[in-house]
């Protein structure tokens, strides 16, 4: 069974469609009127009632681990799946192994087998650079060996060990995107560092700077993560590739850049960094914009602003 092709018609099923950046790429497709399921434990009427045309979301609401679940969402009218759905945290899959397997490796193959049966004509699948481990400070590409240092890591080079196999078993048109730090309005729920600069300006608090504060980040904006998916959505590229900002910010210039952008002072404090602290994040994107067209347009200065006009608007500082 062959089914290579791009997913130019028929309903798209986002799963995690709920979650922070799976309301930005509905929000993007409902703005090119395409059809669109969401596959989440959240309703998307919750979380998504004010992007225009929500009302036009078919809602899947359920744990993808419930077979049941998964069946109801694909079937012969879905034109492409993008799976964002994932249990993400780094230290929760030391935590809870077993489950991160669960959540992130069983729920892809089962996806797979239904797109696999149905010939879905598209299958995009959001990994990470944490694949490839600590690499120093070298540049990552996607030739870099599969090293991951936690289960959160080994989980999503599993499943994309797992979607290769289906594309080279049945000729499935896959694609898995690598991504680098994720940042944008709507992710007041998060822990990484961005928002902790967020809610450090909104209260009048301060952050905790790992080691001298010069190891580097690559961070990409929401914007562009949305754009990467859309064009993987609709490329015929089968493979892995990178989508990233571009850019390499040191944890220090985050700060600087977070100073400015609010006027906070955002006072930070130098602690031990963990074992295991990573010296760079660096990508390689020149692949990326060959195999799928991403190129990064959105410089990090120039996203925290928005992204600060969230936060500033829309979350309320705890009393």
Not at 185 to 211: C, E, Q
Request: proline share 5%; aromatic share 6%; net charge negative.
């Amino acid at each position: 069974m062959t089914n290579r092709g791009t997913a130019r018609s028929g309903r798209i099923v986002v799963t995690g469609g709920s979650g922070f950046i799976g309301r930005a790429v509905v929000a993007e497709l409902l703005r090119a009127s395409r059809p669109v399921t969401v596959v989440d434990k959240v309703p998307f009427s919750e979380v998504g009632k004010d992007i225009p045309g929500a009302d036009r979301v078919q809602m899947i609401t359920g744990d993808l681990k419930d077979d049941a679940v998964c069946e109801a969402a694909i079937g012969a009218d879905t034109g492409g799946i993008i799976h964002l759905a994932a249990m993400t945290y780094v230290l929760k899959s030391k935590e809870d192994p077993q489950g991160t397997f669960a959540e992130n490796v069983v729920v892809t193959q089962r996806l797979l087998e239904l797109a696999r049966i149905n010939a879905v004509p598209r299958f995009v699948f959001a990994s990470t650079n944490a694949v490839v481990g600590n690499v120093g400070t070298r540049t990552i590409n996607t030739e870099m060996a599969i090293r991951p240092l936690a289960p959160y890591g080994a989980t999503k080079a599993a499943s994309e060990m797992l979607i290769s196999g289906y594309a080279g078993s049945y000729g499935m048109s896959t694609c898995s995107l690598r991504f680098t730090n994720v940042y944008g309005p709507g992710m007041d729920h998060k822990d990484s560092f961005v928002p902790r600069l967020m809610r450090a300006a909104l209260t009048g608090g301060g952050v905790k700077i790992y080691g001298d504060g010069t190891q580097r980040r690559d961070l990409v904006h929401l914007d562009d993560i949305v754009a990467g998916l859309i064009s993987a959505l609709d490329s015929e590229y089968v493979g892995t590739t990178i989508v990233g900002g571009g850019e390499s910010v040191t944890v220090l210039q985050m700060v600087q850049d977070a100073r400015t952008v609010t006027g906070a002072p955002i006072p930070a404090e130098h602690i031990d960094p963990p074992a295991g602290e990573m010296p760079a994040v660096i990508v390689e994107l020149a692949d990326s914009e060959q195999t799928i067209g991403y190129r990064p347009s959105v410089r990090f200065a120039d996203g925290l602003v928005g992204t600060w006009e969230y936060f500033r608007e829309s979350v309320k500082p705890a009393s």
